[in-house]
């Protein structure tokens, strides 16, 4: 009977050995296989870069200052198009294996090597690119670097949960995110963002200047040019005469402003500043720090000899100007300046503040041209309004004027003048009045003035 009992106690302790090891194989086998299966969901969501997943899959909690930093990085809303297809196509490149071998499990705790594959972004971005296209496309082709990272786990009900989602090495995976590029921006590309229609519109009737003493165009561009204005990229302007350069402007930071006025003074020439231009076939080029000609446009200047003594009707010579000119007001057609005698802006009522300012109780803003009684052009004029002094301001309210009038010369006691009205009746707007003079052949003048 004992010996029976004990053989039976034996076989007990045997079998219940034998059990035991073959759980705890059964086990480890299990563990190791979930640890596998959760490492290879937490390299698919690296890959795909999804904050989202990441933050749900793991231990990391939503609320957390980690949490909130992997989401700007990965999902931040500050990207530039350019920025966010240069990320899609690094992580284009993104491939992983994980090494079964370097899983390590122990208790509630595990952990197991993750080897990614990723394109060289760094070596590529030593290149200039003149395109996001052409960046891209090198990037799908470059040469690609292995990253490590040793994926840690912790055991919550029977599940295996990423337990260092969101620390320092494991951000540092995504390093191309805060990588630094700039695309080359070439003539061409700066030439693409030029609003013809608008920088066209100031330009003197037919190209053609008589006897000015100085010769502009006025380059306007589209708004985008503003994201520009940090890259440090400076143009500048020349006159050409006959194809010889006879001035070369300072340097001009593109995307400082959507305009960029080239204006040559006949000082800039070397001559006085109320003597004409000579005569001749003038460019004026916009270059890059190359060289590079983004534009050019080309002008006529003539001179024709002016009579001495009195203008046509007795009341004087014609050509004169005001202190204002070239500063806030211009002739567009300088052969309408034969017939000036002094033109500027006028104050019926006492409410100039300044050579161009009115207050706010203007009654009516006012600009007024002396000219000489053998004038007799039939002119049109509108006024436009903006409170913003930049290109685009400008050009949406030249497109959409607030008052047109027209004007003949009238004769009073003390000359022949061009009244160019706008009555507002004490309403003006602060901010800046336009206004543009045309006759039959195109814009005479433009000035504006300021209510403040």
Same mark, same amino acid.
Request: net charge negative.
């Given at each position: %009977?004992?010996?029976?009992?004990?053989?039976?106690?034996?076989?007990?302790?045997?079998?219940?050995?034998?059990?035991?090891?073959?759980?705890?194989?059964?086990?480890?086998?299990?563990?190791?296989?979930?640890?596998?299966?959760?490492?290879?969901?937490?390299?698919?969501? %690296?890959?795909?870069?999804?904050?989202?997943?990441?933050?749900?899959?793991?231990?990391?909690?939503?609320?957390?200052?980690?949490?909130?930093?992997?989401?700007?990085?990965?999902?931040?809303?500050?990207?530039?198009?350019?920025?966010?297809?240069?990320?899609?196509?690094?992580?284009?490149?993104?491939?992983?294996?994980?090494?079964?071998?370097?899983?390590?499990?122990?208790?509630?705790?595990?952990?197991?090597?993750?080897?990614?594959?990723?394109?060289?972004?760094?070596?590529?971005?030593?290149?200039?690119?003149?395109?996001?296209?052409?960046?891209?496309?090198?990037?799908?082709?470059?040469?690609?670097?292995?990253?490590?990272?040793?994926?840690?786990?912790?055991?919550?009900?029977?599940?295996?949960?990423?337990?260092?989602?969101?620390?320092?090495?494991?951000?540092?995976?995504?390093?191309?995110?805060?990588?630094?590029?700039?695309?080359?921006?070439?003539?061409?590309?700066?030439?693409?963002?030029?609003?013809?229609?608008?920088?066209?519109?100031?330009?003197?009737?037919?190209?053609?200047?008589?006897?000015?003493?100085?010769?502009?165009?006025?380059?306007?561009?589209?708004?985008?040019?503003?994201?520009?204005?940090?890259?440090?990229?400076?143009?500048?302007?020349?006159?050409?005469?006959?194809?010889?350069?006879?001035?070369?402007?300072?340097?001009?930071?593109?995307?400082?402003?959507?305009?960029?006025?080239?204006?040559?003074?006949?000082?800039?020439?070397?001559?006085?500043? %109320?003597?004409?231009?000579?005569?001749?076939?003038?460019?004026?080029?916009?270059?890059?720090?190359?060289?590079?000609?983004?534009?050019?446009?080309?002008?006529?200047?003539?001179?024709?000899?002016?009579?001495?003594?009195?203008?046509?009707?007795?009341?004087?010579?014609?050509?004169?100007?005001?202190?204002?000119?070239?500063?806030?007001?211009?002739?567009?057609?300088?052969?309408?300046?034969?017939?000036?005698?002094?033109?500027?802006?006028?104050?019926?009522?006492?409410?100039?503040?300044?050579?161009?300012?009115?207050?706010?109780?203007?009654?009516?803003?006012?600009?007024?041209?002396?000219?000489?009684?053998?004038?007799?052009?039939?002119?049109?004029?509108?006024?436009?309004?903006?409170?913003?002094?930049?290109?685009?301001?400008?050009?949406?309210?030249?497109?959409?004027?607030?008052?047109?009038?027209?004007?003949?010369?009238?004769?009073?006691?003390?000359?022949?003048?061009?009244?160019?009205?706008?009555?507002?009746?004490?309403?003006?707007?602060?901010?800046?009045? %336009?206004?543009?003079?045309?006759?039959?052949?195109?814009?005479?003048?433009?000035?504006?003035?300021?209510?403040?």
């Amino acid at each position: %009977m004992k010996r029976n009992s004990l053989k039976k106690a034996v076989s007990v302790f045997l079998a219940g050995t034998i059990l035991l090891g073959f759980a705890a194989c059964d086990f480890g086998g299990a563990s190791k296989k979930a640890v596998l299966e959760a490492a290879e969901t937490l390299a698919s969501d %690296m890959a795909s870069a999804s904050a989202s997943k990441l933050i749900k899959n793991s231990t990391l909690d939503k609320k957390s200052d980690e949490a909130a930093q992997l989401t700007e990085l990965l999902e931040g809303g500050d990207y530039s198009d350019d920025q966010l297809a240069f990320f899609k196509a690094v992580e284009g490149t993104i491939e992983y294996e994980i090494d079964e071998e370097s899983v390590s499990v122990n208790k509630n705790e595990a952990s197991v090597d993750i080897k990614f594959t990723i394109a060289d972004y760094a070596d590529v971005l030593k290149d200039e690119f003149t395109s996001i296209d052409e960046l891209t496309s090198a990037i799908k082709k470059a040469d690609t670097k292995e990253v490590s990272f040793t994926a840690e786990f912790e055991k919550q009900d029977k599940e295996w949960i990423p337990s260092n989602v969101g620390g320092k090495k494991f951000i540092k995976f995504y390093d191309y995110r805060n990588a630094e590029f700039t695309l080359e921006l070439t003539a061409e590309m700066i030439a693409a963002f030029i609003d013809r229609t608008m920088s066209d519109f100031w330009l003197a009737s037919g190209g053609k200047y008589t006897n000015t003493n100085f010769i502009e165009y006025d380059y306007y561009f589209d708004s985008e040019v503003y994201e520009y204005a940090e890259r440090g990229i400076y143009l500048n302007y020349r006159l050409l005469k006959d194809g010889s350069v006879v001035f070369t402007s300072e340097d001009i930071l593109f995307g400082e402003s959507t305009n960029i006025s080239c204006r040559i003074e006949s000082t800039d020439l070397g001559i006085g500043a %109320m003597e004409a231009i000579e005569a001749g076939k003038y460019t004026i080029e916009l270059v890059n720090k190359d060289g590079d000609v983004i534009d050019s446009v080309s002008i006529d200047v003539e001179y024709v000899p002016q009579p001495s003594g009195n203008g046509g009707g007795g009341n004087g010579g014609g050509g004169n100007t005001s202190s204002g000119e070239g500063v806030y007001f211009d002739y567009y057609d300088a052969s309408f300046k034969n017939y000036v005698i002094e033109a500027d802006w006028y104050d019926y009522d006492g409410y100039m503040t300044g050579a161009n300012t009115y207050s706010s109780d203007v009654q009516t803003i006012a600009f007024s041209i002396q000219v000489t009684s053998d004038c007799t052009k039939q002119l049109t004029y509108f006024y436009a309004w903006t409170d913003k002094a930049d290109g685009d301001a400008i050009k949406d309210a030249l497109n959409n004027p607030l008052y047109t009038g027209t004007a003949s010369p009238v004769e009073y006691t003390n000359g022949t003048f061009y009244d160019f009205d706008y009555p507002v009746n004490g309403n003006a707007q602060k901010g800046y009045y %336009m206004l543009v003079v045309s006759d039959a052949s195109g814009i005479i003048l433009y000035g504006y003035c300021q209510v403040s």
